[in-house]
Structure formats: structure tokens, C-alpha cells
């Protein structure tokens, strides 16, 4: 039998074992101790009188964005950030001084003082950091801070990675900013990884692919003593190196991107993208009128964000898929689609009534935008010439069941999917959306008539219209829009097709080559509305669109597609309050189908070649 | 009530070491907060004397009672309140330093888990005074397991890592001295190494090799063999791969969890500021109340727990090393009365509440003089707390309880 433990004297063996565990346990203690204060005592002692550990933070430079063509959109150039250690010395001696510092920095970093102890108040309670009182100083206040280095205690210059986009307002909205994370967002376990003061991108691809972009932030323990740094602290932490964040290359195209931009009239409101629709990448994305991303890398004041982000014009506002609009006549091929794919019309068929410029539904009249009339249309010509009372028809032929369920096909109300944030929905209502926002019943059939030519309800963003259009184009493939071509160091060129992102919509092909066609002769027909945005030796398809508002005079609006044969951009381009989209919008589309199609030659070939 | 023939077998180094420790604690309280840049803290040195007044009429109570009483279904009683407790800071506790560990009453807020502790042991020892059941065999383990299990999920809950692990600590300690080999205990602790050793594999390796030496010279019988051999290997090859298809997010989280200081550029700061502080006190120190460092950057800690930087800069190695005599003394007078003890539930009493002691000032001290990782545990009877200095003198008060009744059976 085995012997009780708990005799008297039983627990004598556990007794030692334990004692001794316990005095080892408080020997490693006396040892360190001995270590630290006795060995090592007069290095610290003088750590604890004369300077101070800092921990300097390696900010990581982010990733460089470009186009596909490997051409630069935004990087990191150095610059000096003024900062100040708010637990230094000085200040914990006697807290007054900080007053006095702030005092004689304001006028040079040309804040506030008031406004810089906000932000030290506020920051030194979340980290033992120094805090950033000014990014991107020039170097007058470079100088002014190392020559008053004894009046200003703890306050340091320090270099870092500024966010640059070379060519300013270009893509602006694509792009997106960086600003400074906000109090919201730090107290969100979502970015705990993040400090106050650190940037984080905003809209755009900079917001949407923040964590590539990144990169990783590293640090260092310095020495500082009076008279500015001594150099890393031989203590035991090493430095973390900062990783840099992971380039991007995009799927825009400069040239294209650009056309776009310079085919806008100065002061002008609107959207264009443009989509490769092969595949969903997107060429062109332009917002106007749009900003210069660069002011926000080095902070703004809050007068210059409230005239930016209203102002109007709205010019921070992503039109291109932040807004929607209604389609006006561009929503017609879709609307023929739908009737030709329903079986309420074939090719030849020829509605009931003639275009007199006029159609009457019950009491009312609805008009046509060509007065004089147009006659009996079937189709096609019905598209060339934008006749507003054979969609009437067509519209209550197919019915609003009908239409709805078509359009819900090209998912009209929801988002296209684009890898940017913020998209908004579009709307395209059926029979339950009148039934919920107007009552069962008090809404009258009238309305199929304003939808079939893309007014009334329906809204619309130009992404969207832009990706619907690639899909007339493509013979019935909805891409979803992508805007990044390759991640890291792939090659521009190596794009990876990503089948996740098509859907292929069941639309028969007779069908669209009916509009196919139709759009090709909006342009090269004579009688066609499109002609302004004829291209040599490509053949163009669009259709124009007209759009009226409540906000003033009616929206321009072009979509179109080349070339016909084998597409290979598909476009949207929306001009707010600029009349008529013959003459408003497609002559915007011709440039930019310019510019893809008949680039201009480099500038130094052109050089080379006039010598 | 305490006789004459009681009182003559109090425990004086131990009532001595804690009376000193109490009143070292209370002055550097008082300088820890001395500051002109801490005014809002001026008075709490003064609160802190107050807490004393209640601690020692606690700790007095409980060790008047004999502690016979405290068995069998009392222990049960205590251990339901304590755990009700910890459940109820889970719901309507106040936040502090990012996890919810207080309850509260109007001003008053105290810490549950410092009274779950003391509960939990004495549930503990309660169930391994049970002498019919054989306490070397596996199968008995599950109930001690189990009490000890449950605050310790729900204090990770909070999350409070720190305090979690004492309960392990404890719970092993008084399996140890409840008579369970080393051995066993040696194997209930090797998946967690293994977890920890798992992303390295030469490491790991070394360690399953070790392990399967251990176990071919221990000749443990086949089926307790084959459960630690298979435990160890699944757990040591699950492990990466776990991790592995954990979301960013997810490691995000674990890895703060583990060491809540990871994240902030805080914890590394606190650390070489702390070394800095005691290493600057050199032999003598900066004398009381001169102190340098403590003005600086622990932010609100320094007068809880990082206190033991305060001591040693201001009194040096002499006075650091004094502190931690008196420690030592505390926690080897403990064992000395556990040992003593006659009663198997008296010995379990006191080695419990000595292992709480061993365990907090371990892990502080080796924090302060950057040994261990920033967990946010309090010095006992030196940091400020009421809910930490009331457990300190009920536990002192229960190892004089049974150092008093050494005798009885």
C-alpha cells in the first residue's frame, strides 16, 4: 500500500522541492536587480538625468500606383515633419512650458497654438509618441527649429514619406487621397493596428486597397539628450525595418484617361468610364470637375474641406458612381432589347401608330422631342432616329411586368461591383417598388410610357450605363468593372482574366445584333443623332440620350461602343445640365475614342521626327 | 475565538512581513503620486489607508473563525457567490484599460477576481482533502479541474490573461501538494509548450524528443501514454495549420489577446522606462520621494503596477532587495504552515493561498525588471487597490487560521 501523504511529516519532500523552486525564482530576481542597478546602475542613472528614450517611428513609405502602361499616378517623395515629445523632461518638470513652446512655433508652422495643444492633448493620452504637429514643413521652418533647439524642448524634425501624385488633378477621384485616421476610427477595433496621426487612405483606390497600399510600419528606440538625437539605444530592441506598401498597376490608361479629362469644358459637371468589354477593366473613370489629391497628403484646414467637399460644385463627389441620373434616350436600346428578347415586337414589326410628334394616353399627351413627327418607324430606325412615340408603344406592349423583370436581367438596381468604394445603386422600379412608394393603386399605367424612353424613376450611375453598354457590346456578358491589373511586381501586361467577375446573361444573339446595328447607324447614318462622334476608319455604335432634371436645364448623355466588328471600349459620358447629348456628350466620346484608338505619337518621337 | 493558546502559534515573520510590506506600500503610494503632473491622484495614499482599515478587519474575521467551517459546503457557497460575481462584471462590469473587470455600487467598485481567487482555492482544497479518493490517479482530477476551470474562462472573458493563468497556477500547485507526481503534471503542461513551440520546428522537434525520452524512463502505463503521445502530436500539428487559415483579423486579435502590448508602442516604452527607472536607482537609490522616472511616462500605472520601479529607484538595490526578502520570507512561512498543518484540508488551505502570493509577485517583478511580459497584474499589499490589499489579508489571514489550529487533525 502506498504510504499516506498526508501523514504527519507526509508533505516534508514536497516542502523542499517547492522552497527550493521558490528561492530560485526570487535569486533570478536579486540577480536581476544586481544586474541593473549595481552592474549597470551608472549607465541608467545617467539615462534618467541627462536623456531620454524615444521611440521613433519608421513610417512606411505606400505603394506606387500606375497605369498599364506602367506610367506613374501616385508615389513617396521625402519630406520633414515637425513633431514634438510631449513627455519630455521639460515638460513633466513644468507643465507650463509647453505654452511657451507652442507659442514660438505657431507663428512658423503658421497654426494655432490653441489648436496644436488640442491635438498633443488628445494624442498624448494614446501613445507614448511623439505627436506630428506639422507634415511637409519647408525648409525655413527646418532651419528655425535647429537653431532654437535649446528654446524648444522635445520638438524635433523628422523625415517621412509624403504621398505625391504627380499629375494633380489627373484621376483624382480614382485615385482617392490620404488623410489623417480620425478619433471614430481609432477607437474601431477594425484599425487597431493604427496610431494617431497615421494616414490612411480615403476614397478611391487608395481607400479600397488600403491594406496593399499600405505597407507595414517599423520603429526604433533613439537616445535623444538636449541637443537633438545621440543615435539608436543599444538596449535590446532593434530596430523594425518598415516594409513598403505593395505597388499597384491599374487597368486605366493614361492616354484615354486623359482625353477624357481635357474633353471637358473648364467648370463643366460630369462623369465618363470607360470599360475594355472583353474583359470589365476599366480604361477611363473621370469625375468632373475634381480636386487636387496632393492638398490633402500634408493635412487641410477645415475652411478648405468644407469648400471641397461642398461648394456647389461638389467637387470631391465621385460622379461617375457616387451619383445616379436618368438615362434619357441611351436606355432605348436596352428597352428594344427587351421587346425584341420578350417576343412583343420581331425586327419588322411596325407599331400601331404613327409618330406625329405626339402620342395620347388617356387624357394626356405625351410628345415626342421631334415635333414635326417621324412616321411609321419599325426598330431599327426607331433607335436611329430616337423616336419617342414608338417607345411609348413598345413600352406598354411589353408592360411593366415585362420591362421590369428584363432590366432586373441587367441587374439596373443594383451596383455594378466596381472595386471602388462608395458605389451607389442605380433604380430601375417594378410593379412592388410604385406599389410601396406611391400605394397600391394610386399610381397609373402612364408610367411604363416615361421609363421605355429612360425617364420618370429610373436613375442610373454612368458606371453602370457604361458596363450595360459593354454588354451590347460583348454579346451579352455583364463584367463586373475591375480597376486593378496586376498586384506587386507583375508585369504590366500579365493580367489574369478572372472568370469570378463575368456573368453571362441569356440574350440571344439575333436580338443583339438588331441594336448592335441600330447603334452603329445612330453614328453613320446620316439621319442619326450619334455623327458627332464619328471616328476615322473605326466603326463607332452609340446612342445619344437627353435627359431631363429637375435641377435645370437636361443632362447630356452618349453611350457607344467600337469597334463595331470586334469591340474593344465600350463608354458612358454624362454632362450635367449641358443640353443635348448630340452635341453635349458625343463629341466627349469622340475624343476619347481618338485618343484610344489614333494615339497621339510620344513627344520626343515627334521631336526626333521634325529634325 | 482566538484564545491565548491560539494567538501563541500565529505565524509572527509572516504577520510581520505583511504589516511591512503594507505600510512600504502605502509611502511609495504616496510618492508614486507625489508629482505635481499626477495632482489628480494626490490623495490617494489616503484611500489607500482606508482600504488597510477594511482589509484588516477582513483578514481578522476570517482567521478568527476556525477554518474548519470553510469545508465541504461552505466552500461550495463561496465559490457560487464568487462565481456569480464574475459573471455578473461580464455583463454590467465597468470598462478599465480596455477590458471589463470591475463591479460596481455607486462609488464603491471592486475587482471580482481577486475574490474569486481565494474562493476557488478554498473550493480546491475542500475537494483534495477528500482522502477516500486516490488523487495519483487521472480520472479523479476532473472536479479540481473543473472548479478551477470555470473562473478561469470567465476572467479570460474579461479579457484579463494574467489573472486567468493564476488560476492554472494555483490549481497545479495544490495538485502537487495534494500529492499528484511531478511527472503528471509535467504532461498536463506539455500541449501548451507544444502550442508555443509548434511554429518552430527544430524546437518542437527537440521537445518531442525530450518528451519520448521522459516518457520511455517514466514507464507510465499504455493507455495514459498513448493519450499524452497522441494529445502532444495533434495539437503540435494542428496548431500552424490553425493558424494558417485564420483571417488576418483573427491572428490580429489573438495576438493583442496574447500580449495586449503588442500592438501599442506603449508596452516596449514601459518596459526599458521601468529598467531604466530601477537600474538609475544604482546601490542607495535617489532617496524616497526623489524619484525621477516616476514623473515620466507609466502613465497611470506607476502607483500600481509598475510600483516596484518606484521602489527601486528610490531606494536602490538595498531597498529593492529588501522588498523582495520580505516576499520571500512572506511565501516560505506560507509553505512552513502548510507543511505544519495537521489537517490535510488546513495544509491545502494554506499552500493555495501561499501559490496565489508566488504567483503575483512572479509575474510583477519579473515585469518591472523586464523578465516577463506586460500582463497588468498588481504587487500584492504594495500596489494601489482595495480589492487586491482585502484578498491579501484574507489570505494572509486564512495561512494564520491554520498556522494558529496546527495542531488539530
Known amino acids: 500500500m502506498r504510504a499516506d501523504p498526508i501523514a504527519l511529516g507526509g508533505w516534508q519532500r514536497r516542502e523542499r522541492t517547492l522552497t527550493i523552486v521558490v528561492v530560485g525564482i526570487f535569486a533570478l530576481v536579486i540577480l536581476r536587480l544586481f544586474v541593473l542597478q549595481v552592474l549597470e546602475g551608472s549607465r541608467y542613472r545617467e539615462l534618467s538625468e541627462e536623456n531620454r528614450i524615444r521611440v521613433e517611428v519608421l513610417t512606411a513609405p505606400r505603394g506606387e500606383i500606375r497605369d498599364r502602361k506602367g506610367r506613374l499616378l501616385a508615389d513617396c517623395v521625402p519630406s520633414f515633419t515637425v513633431t514634438l515629445d510631449p513627455f519630455d523632461k521639460a515638460y513633466s518638470r513644468a507643465p507650463g512650458r509647453l505654452d511657451s513652446t507652442l507659442a514660438a512655433l505657431g507663428p512658423i508652422l503658421g497654426t494655432d497654438p490653441a489648436v496644436l495643444r488640442d491635438k498633443i492633448q488628445r494624442e498624448r493620452k494614446m501613445s507614448f509618441l511623439p505627436v506630428r504637429l506639422k507634415r511637409n514643413v519647408d525648409i525655413k521652418s527646418v532651419a528655425f527649429v535647429s537653431e532654437h533647439r535649446d528654446r524648444l524642448p522635445g520638438v524635433q524634425v523628422e523625415s517621412e514619406p509624403l504621398r505625391r501624385y504627380p499629375l494633380g488633378l489627373m484621376a483624382s477621384h480614382l485615385l482617392g487621397y490620404v488623410g489623417e485616421i480620425s478619433d471614430k476610427e481609432l477607437a474601431d477595433p477594425t484599425y487597431s493596428d493604427y496610431l494617431s496621426g497615421d494616414l490612411m487612405g480615403r476614397m478611391g483606390i487608395e481607400r479600397r486597397y488600403e491594406k496593399l497600399l499600405r505597407g507595414q510600419d517599423g520603429k526604433r528606440f533613439l537616445e535623444v539628450n538636449a541637443l537633438g538625437r545621440k543615435g539608436d539605444f543599444l538596449g535590446e530592441k532593434h530596430p523594425v525595418l518598415p516594409k513598403r506598401g505593395t505597388n499597384l498597376t491599374l487597368t486605366i490608361d493614361l492616354d484615354v484617361q486623359r482625353a477624357a479629362e481635357d474633353a471637358f469644358e473648364q467648370g463643366a459637371r460630369g462623369a465618363v468610364v470607360a470599360i475594355d468589354p472583353r474583359n470589365g477593366e476599366v480604361l477611363a473613370l473621370v469625375s468632373k470637375p475634381n480636386y487636387d489629391p496632393n492638398e490633402f497628403s500634408t493635412g487641410i484646414t477645415q475652411e478648405r474641406w468644407n469648400e471641397m467637399s461642398g461648394g456647389g460644385n461638389y467637387p470631391l463627389f465621385n460622379r461617375a458612381i457616387q451619383a445616379a441620373y436618368p438615362p434619357g434616350s441611351t436606355l432605348k436600346p436596352f428597352t428594344a432589347l427587351a421587346g425584341l428578347e420578350s417576343g412583343a415586337i420581331t425586327v419588322g414589326t411596325y407599331l400601331a401608330q404613327a409618330c406625329t410628334g405626339e402620342y395620347r394616353f388617356g387624357s394626356r399627351l405625351f410628345g415626342c422631342w421631334k415635333h414635326d413627327g417621324h412616321g411609321r418607324l419599325a426598330v431599327h430606325d426607331a433607335i436611329v432616329r430616337s423616336c419617342d412615340v414608338y417607345f411609348y408603344q413598345l413600352g406598354l406592349r411589353i408592360g411593366l411586368d415585362r420591362l421590369a423583370d428584363f432590366m432586373s436581367k441587367l441587374d439596373l438596381s443594383g451596383k455594378t461591383g466596381i472595386d471602388l468604394p462608395q458605389e451607389r445603386r442605380g433604380l430601375f422600379p417594378d410593379q412592388a417598388w410604385y406599389d410601396h412608394h406611391f400605394g397600391a393603386g394610386r399610381w397609373s399605367r402612364g408610367i411604363i410610357l416615361n421609363l421605355a424612353i429612360g425617364q420618370g424613376e429610373v436613375n442610373l450611375t454612368p458606371v453602370k450605363l457604361a458596363q450595360i453598354t459593354a454588354l451590347v457590346a460583348n454579346g451579352g456578358t455583364l463584367w463586373r468593372p475591375r480597376l486593378i491589373r496586376s498586384i506587386g511586381e507583375g508585369l504590366p501586361g500579365s493580367s489574369v482574366p478572372d472568370d469570378s467577375l463575368r456573368r453571362e446573361l441569356a440574350i440571344s444573339d439575333r436580338s443583339l445584333s438588331v441594336v448592335r446595328a441600330a447603334m452603329a447607324s445612330v453614328v453613320s447614318d446620316p439621319q442619326g443623332t450619334g455623327g458627332q462622334a464619328r471616328v476615322d476608319s473605326v466603326t463607332v455604335a452609340g446612342k445619344t440620350g437627353t435627359a431631363q432634371n429637375t435641377h435645370g436645364k437636361d443632362h447630356a448623355l452618349f453611350i457607344c461602343f467600337a469597334p463595331v466588328e470586334a469591340p474593344r471600349i465600350a463608354m458612358a459620358v454624362l454632362v450635367e445640365n449641358a443640353g443635348h447629348g448630340s452635341t453635349a456628350a458625343a463629341p466627349i466620346a469622340r475624343k476619347v475614342l481618338q485618343a484610344f484608338f489614333h494615339p497621339a505619337p510620344p513627344e520626343s518621337a515627334a521631336v526626333v521626327a521634325r529634325r | ?409
Open chain 2, 1 to 409: 475565538m482566538i484564545s491565548a493558546r491560539f494567538s501563541a502559534d500565529i505565524d509572527r515573520p509572516l504577520l510581520l512581513a505583511t504589516l511591512l510590506l503594507t505600510v512600504i506600500g502605502i509611502a511609495f503610494v504616496f510618492s508614486a503620486t507625489s508629482m505635481p503632473s499626477a495632482s489628480a491622484e494626490h490623495g490617494l495614499y489616503l484611500k489607500q489607508i482606508a482600504y488597510l482599515v477594511i482589509a484588516l478587519v477582513a483578514g481578522g474575521l476570517i482567521a478568527a473563525v476556525p477554518y474548519r467551517i470553510y469545508e465541504g459546503k461552505t466552500s461550495y457557497l463561496l465559490y457560487a457567490i464568487g462565481l456569480v460575481l464574475l459573471v455578473l462584471t461580464i455583463f454590467i462590469g465597468h470598462v478599465g484599460l480596455g477590458a471589463q473587470r470591475w463591479l460596481g455600487w455607486g462609488p464603491i467598485k471592486i475587482q471580482p477576481s481577486e475574490m474569486a481567487k481565494v474562493a476557488t482555492v478554498i473550493l480546491l482544497a475542500s475537494q483534495l482533502a477528500n482522502r477516500k479518493k486516490d488523487w495519483t490517479q487521472i480520472k479523479n482530477l476532473a472536479g479540481p479541474v473543473l472548479t478551477a476551470a470555470v473562473p478561469c474562462l470567465l476572467v479570460l472573458k474579461q479579457p484579463d490573461l494574467g489573472t486567468s493563468i493564476a488560476f492554472v497556477a494555483m490549481l497545479f500547485t495544490m495538485l502537487y501538494w495534494a500529492g499528484l507526481p511531478f511527472l503528471y503534471l509535467f504532461f498536463m503542461i506539455t500541449p501548451i509548450a507544444n502550442v508555443a513551440l509548434s511554429f518552430f520546428t527544430p524546437a518542437w522537434l527537440v521537445f518531442l524528443g525530450l518528451l519520448a525520452v521522459i516518457l520511455y524512463r517514466s514507464r507510465i502505463r499504455l493507455l495514459p501514454l498513448l493519450i499524452v503521445v497522441s494529445v502532444n502530436l495533434v495539437v503540435g500539428i494542428a496548431t500552424p495549420q490553425i493558424w494558417n487559415h485564420l483571417q488576418p483579423y483573427q491572428k490580429q486579435r489573438i495576438s493583442t489577446f496574447l500580449d495586449p502590448g503588442a500592438d501599442a508602442y506603449g508596452a516596449g516604452y514601459q518596459i526599458i522606462q521601468s529598467k531604466i527607472a530601477i537600474g538609475s536607482g544604482e546601490v542607495f537609490g535617489k532617496g524616497f520621494l526623489h524619484g525621477t522616472q516616476k514623473a515620466l511616462a507609466f502613465l497611470p500605472e506607476q502607483h500600481t503596477d509598475f510600483i516596484y520601479s518606484v521602489v527601486g529607484e528610490e531606494t536602490g538595490f538595498m531597498g529593492a532587495g529588501i522588498v523582495a526578502a520580505l516576499y520571500l520570507l512572506l511565501i516560505l512561512r506560507g509553505i512552513k504552515v502548510a507543511n505544519r498543518a495537521r489537517n490535510r484540508f488546513g495544509g491545502l488551505l494554506a499552500i493555495g493561498m501561499t501559490s496565489i502570493f508566488l504567483y503575483h509577485v512572479l509575474v510583477n517583478i519579473w515585469m518591472t525588471v523586464g523578465l516577463a511580459p506586460v500582463t497588468g497584474l498588481p504587487l500584492p499589499l504594495l500596489s494601489y487597490g482595495g480589492s487586491s490589499l482585502v484578498a491579501s489579508f484574507l489570505q494572509v489571514g486564512l495561512i494564520q487560521n491554520v498556522a494558529m489550529r496546527w495542531r488539530e487533525y
